[in-house]
Structures are given as structure tokens and as C-alpha cells.
């Protein structure tokens, strides 16, 4: 008698192995890219928040800078209780700002004594003072595009010192889970 021994499932067995191997591999690459893309698109979504930050700080130095060239006061900007500032209307990036504070959105984070905010969201400047400082608050929104910006001037001492903090956002929703904000300050 002669028995034979078969080495049945073999194939399958291999089979199965390999295309288990295969698939996790291609689970690994697609975890990776959804990872980078992720990534990436958070990349670009902070500089669209960078470039906000960036154009308010730089409206509210060149603003502060064509002051006196303009007018001859100190600054368009609130500088202590006694200053009259406000005069005449700012424009960046083709928008007149004459009463507007932060996006009606932020409205509750600038109100109260710290910033001067007005329980109407932009009826007036946000502008805190007393006789020998004061910050005034702004916002920019960039059209077509959803960025947008909340500026903080801050003029304080004898001789006069400048502080520029602007606030950029992706987008001008307050409570957008996409939303990402970034900080610039300037200190002269």
C-alpha cells in the first residue's frame, strides 16, 4: 500500500498571504497620502492666514507712516485721550475704513474695557485711552476672498512707542472648524 500525501491549500494558502501583504501595503500608501494631503492643505490654509495678518499690519504701518505727511498729526491712529485722530477715512485694500472694528462674528472677544469695542458691532472705532495711551482695533476682510484680519494699534509713552499686532484668518467664520488664524507683531 502506497499512501500519498498531498500538500492541498498550499496555493491557497499563499495566495492569501500575498494578497494580504498587497493590501496592507496599499493601505499604508493610501494612510500616507491622505496624511500629506492633509497636511498640505493645512499648509496652505495658514499662509492664507499669514497673508492676512501680513496686508493688516502692513495697512496699519502705512497709515501710521503717511500721518503726518498727510495731515500733520501724529498719527491717524488713537495716541491718548487728548488726540484727535480718526479725521479722515484709511483705505487698504479698497476699503474705507472709517467705523469698523473686529468682524461682527469676533465682535463678543473685543468688547469691554480692554479694546473699547461698542456694543454695536461696527457702529464706531474700537479705541481704548487714557492721557498717555491708546490702542485702537480695526478689521479688514479681503473680497472675493473669505480672509480676513483684526489689527490692534497700540501707542503708548513720551517719546511715542508703536505696537502692530494683527490677527489673520482663512476665513472670516468665528466658529468654523477649518478655521485657522495667525499673528504678526510689529514694535517700533
Not at 35 to 45: H, K
Not at 117 to 134: L, M, Y
Request: hydrophobic letters at 40%; charged letters at 10%.
Amino acid at each position: 500500500m502506497h499512501t500519498t500525501k498531498h500538500n492541498r491549500g498550499f496555493t491557497a494558502f499563499i495566495a492569501v498571504l500575498v494578497s494580504a501583504l498587497a493590501l496592507a501595503i496599499g493601505i499604508s500608501i493610501y494612510d500616507l497620502l491622505s496624511r500629506e494631503l492633509l497636511l498640505s492643505q493645512t499648509a496652505r490654509e495658514s499662509q492664507y492666514a499669514i497673508f492676512a495678518a501680513d496686508a493688516g499690519a502692513e495697512c496699519a504701518l502705512y497709515w501710521d507712516s503717511k500721518a503726518p505727511v498727510l495731515n500733520g498729526a501724529q498719527s491717524v491712529f488713537a495716541t491718548s485721550s487728548t488726540s484727535s485722530w480718526g479725521s479722515g477715512a484709511i483705505n487698504c485694500n479698497s476699503i474705507t475704513i472709517t467705523s469698523k472694528g473686529p468682524p461682527a462674528a469676533d465682535w463678543s472677544q473685543y468688547t469691554g474695557a480692554a479694546y473699547g469695542c461698542p456694543a454695536t458691532p461696527g457702529s464706531s472705532w474700537c479705541t481704548t485711552s487714557n492721557a498717555n495711551a491708546a490702542t485702537t482695533t480695526f478689521s479688514l476682510t479681503f473680497s472675493p476672498d473669505p480672509y480676513c484680519a483684526t489689527v490692534i494699534i497700540a501707542k503708548w509713552g513720551n517719546p511715542s512707542q508703536t505696537s502692530v499686532v494683527s490677527h489673520g484668518y482663512n476665513t472670516c467664520v468665528a466658529n468654523s472648524q477649518a478655521r485657522v488664524e495667525r499673528a504678526l507683531q510689529v514694535t517700533y
